[in-house]
């Protein structure tokens, strides 16, 4: 013990940054309000995990144990498989016939089930080409959103091509609302899930009613799944983002400051007297080029500014380069109160695409924002 009454043992070094925090009492409270938005609609809860991209989340995703998933790609399944976090998984984006023996690989290994989805007769034929055993697929339907899927009304003619092929089985249909996030008000969402519902739910009645299979009915996006009337008709939905949630849909009044589990722990490494600005170890590499929240939230930049315990400061970054982030103070003030060497959170705009910049792993920190655990990430496609 010194005279002055501390230990006398060295200061703790700062971490290397930047690195990927994820607040766990934050994630299971998301989870939590999920789960009964999900019981009170009657549909079951299938997370995205493209979001957090690791196995731990995922499992307390779906309630601590195994649970169905849904992936953007074909590494994440494997994944997810492996650390055996899930065996009912579902292949989100259009399957490609490269990704068969990798499917096919990974149900003999795990006995997982993939489901796989398509949108077109041709791509119908060129995965049955491919595959040398059975595949459950889904018909993706546009209800809106006009990047993929096939208007409700085509549906049928998808699924009798589907339905023809030697080793496709037709298990229904899907559909993902993004739309929806181009809108803030809480009636105008309700009636994108209205019509993401109802779509989707149309294509598979006509499915049936021709004597097909469409024993699933998936939907999916954050906000719709929160301000959906109803879902009558539909089996599960889908959501990813708000597991961590983030500043775009915080700016579109879908979760608060308090909601948000993931954020970016940055180093300041200068002051830019000419700005004037901080100018941090995060930039577009760490947080993404994504500024969707400035559409509702201007002035949101790249990412809003907290000091390294949580607590909102009122700065953001505004210019993001590949690895370095200038964030602008209204005066030099902020230089004695951000020194060089200063640790800093940064919560990003879209949390899935910062969260998928390679980070590797997430550190998992508690209320008071000690790091308790190191959990593994999964990135890229193969």
């Excluded at 800093?344 to 209320?367: E, K, L, W």
């Amino acid at each position: 013990m010194t005279p002055d009454g501390t230990s006398g043992a060295p200061p703790r070094p700062a971490p290397d940054t930047p690195r990927l925090l994820l607040d766990r009492a934050r994630l299971e409270a998301n989870v939590a309000r999920l789960h009964a938005r999900c019981q009170a609609l009657g549909v079951a809860f299938r997370p995205h995990f493209k979001t957090a991209k690791s196995a731990e989340v995922a499992l307390i995703s779906t309630g601590g144990a195994p649970g169905p998933q849904t992936v953007s790609t074909i590494k994440e399944a494997e994944f997810l498989a492996a650390a055996g976090a899930a065996r009912d998984i579902l292949l989100a984006a259009t399957a490609i016939p490269a990704r068969i023996p990798r499917a096919e690989a990974l149900r003999r290994a795990h006995g997982t089930r993939l489901i796989l989805v398509l949108d077109s007769p041709e791509m119908a034929a060129l995965l049955d080409a491919a595959a040398t055993e059975p595949h459950e697929v889904l018909v993706e339907v546009d209800s809106g959103e006009h990047r993929a899927g096939v208007p409700p009304e085509r549906a049928l003619a998808i699924a009798r091509a589907t339905a023809a092929t030697r080793h496709l089985r037709l298990a229904g249909v899907m559909t993902h609302g993004g739309h929806s996030y181009g809108f803030a008000g809480a009636e105008e969402i309700a009636e994108v899930a209205e019509a993401e519902r109802a779509g989707t739910v149309a294509a598979a009645e006509a499915i049936r009613a021709a004597g097909l299979r469409a024993d699933i009915v998936s939907v999916g996006s954050s906000p719709t799944l929160l301000h959906a009337r109803h879902l009558t008709g539909v089996t599960e939905a889908r959501a990813g983002v708000s597991l961590l949630w983030d500043l775009a849909q915080m700016s579109r009044g879908l979760c608060g400051w308090e909601d948000l589990a993931c954020s970016v722990l940055s180093t300041v490494i200068g002051h830019n007297r000419a700005g004037p600005a901080l100018v941090l170890d995060a930039g577009a590499l760490a947080l993404s080029k994504d500024v969707t929240a400035n559409s509702f939230a201007p002035g949101t930049g790249f990412g809003i500014l907290a000091d390294e315990h949580g607590h909102r400061l009122p700065l953001h970054v505004a210019t993001a380069y590949q690895e370095h982030g200038m964030v602008p103070v209204p005066h030099e003030s902020w230089f004695v109160r951000l020194p060089v060497g200063s640790l800093v959170r940064v919560y990003p705009n879209h949390v899935c695409m910062t969260a998928a910049g390679g980070y590797g792993a997430f550190d998992v920190i508690n209320p008071d924002g000690a790091v308790t655990d190191r959990w593994p990430r999964v990135d890229g496609w193969h």
